[in-house]
């Protein structure tokens, strides 16, 4: 799970932990289950710019404007297992899945048999979908519903409509991939897609790159659904 706005979340496992402290237990004990990555990187503002060293005075401003916030989330870095802090300047969270945290599909054996264990995601931020573009579907959730599954709630939905989008042929010489993304959602906020998923299709998905696809599937809230999954494929690796 990966996260862009769990100081919540973050309060109320810090107000657990006192608690299971109070009560006689061990508080290191409570951790999350599953790994969940955290950015901070949307509120750096622009005090500085059009001169030298703008970014370094940028990023010490950041970081004396929200000094508390920022302790509050080293420690949790340093305390919670499995819990990971990407501070500001380091890549906003759509960036952090697609280059660096994504695996698309793992491999594990179970039984003596090797099983190939697609990736999957949630998380608290309307463009989540990002990461479809690269064959990991993934979906946004709410505050309450990504705290429970720090530790080990499911989450749970109904099994989705999906709405299939077939492409053909591929994008001309000057048109960009935002072009398509405009395009597609203009057409798909025709249809009624509350609570439905999207699947991209066609031979025209080959021609895509993998950032090409990322641009189309960070629409999705644009265009009103869910998900706007791409399949997994030999352009699935960002690097291609």
Same mark, same amino acid.
């Given at each position: #799970?990966?996260?862009?706005?769990? @100081? %919540? ?7 657990m =932990? ?8 061990? +508080?290191?004990?409570?951790? +999350? ?7 901070? *990187?949307h ?11 703008s ?6 401003? &950041? ?5 508390? =916030?920022?302790?509050? #989330? ?7 297992r ?5 501070? %500001?300047?380091?890549?906003i ?19 003596g ?10 998380? /608290?931020?309307?463009?989540? %979908? ?9 979906w946004?959730?709410?505050?309450? &519903?990504? &705290?429970?599954?720090?530790?080990? #709630? +499911? ?5 989705? *409509? ?5 492409l ?9 991939? /935002? ?11 025709? /249809?009624?897609?509350? *609570? =439905? ?13 993998? @950032? ?9 809230? &644009? ?7 791409? +399949?997994?494929?030999? =352009?699935?690796?960002?690097? /291609?």
């Amino acid at each position: #799970m990966h996260d862009t706005t769990c @100081g %919540p979340a973050l309060v109320d496992i810090a107000g657990m =932990r006192s608690a299971l402290a109070e009560a006689g237990g061990d +508080p290191a004990l409570l951790n +999350p289950v599953v790994p969940v990555d955290v950015s901070t *990187d949307h509120s750096v503002g622009v005090d500085f710019f059009g001169q030298a060293g703008s970014l370094e005075k940028n990023m010490a401003r &950041e970081f004396d404007r929200n000094a508390e =916030r920022y302790r509050f #989330m080293k420690w949790a870095t340093n305390t919670l297992r499995g819990f990971t802090v990407h501070p %500001p300047g380091t890549g906003i969270m759509h960036t952090l899945n697609l280059e660096r945290l994504a695996t698309v599909a793992t491999g594990k054996l179970v039984d003596g048999v090797l099983w190939a264990m697609p990736d999957t995601l949630i998380g /608290t931020d309307s463009h989540t %979908p990002m990461i479809n573009g690269i064959g990991v579907l993934a979906w946004g959730v709410g505050g309450l &519903e990504a &705290e429970s599954v720090f530790f080990g #709630m +499911p989450v749970t939905l109904r099994v989705p *409509d999906v709405v299939g989008v077939k492409l053909t042929g591929a994008l001309q010489s000057g048109v960009l991939a /935002t072009d398509l993304a405009l395009t597609v959602t203009e057409k798909l906020r025709k /249809t009624d897609l509350q *609570d =439905r998923y999207v699947e991209f299709f066609g031979p025209g998905v080959s021609a895509l790159t993998a @950032g090409d696809r990322a641009v189309v599937a960070n629409m999705t809230p &644009e265009f009103g659904g869910n998900s706007g999954y791409f +399949p997994i494929d030999g =352009r699935s690796n960002i690097s /291609t």
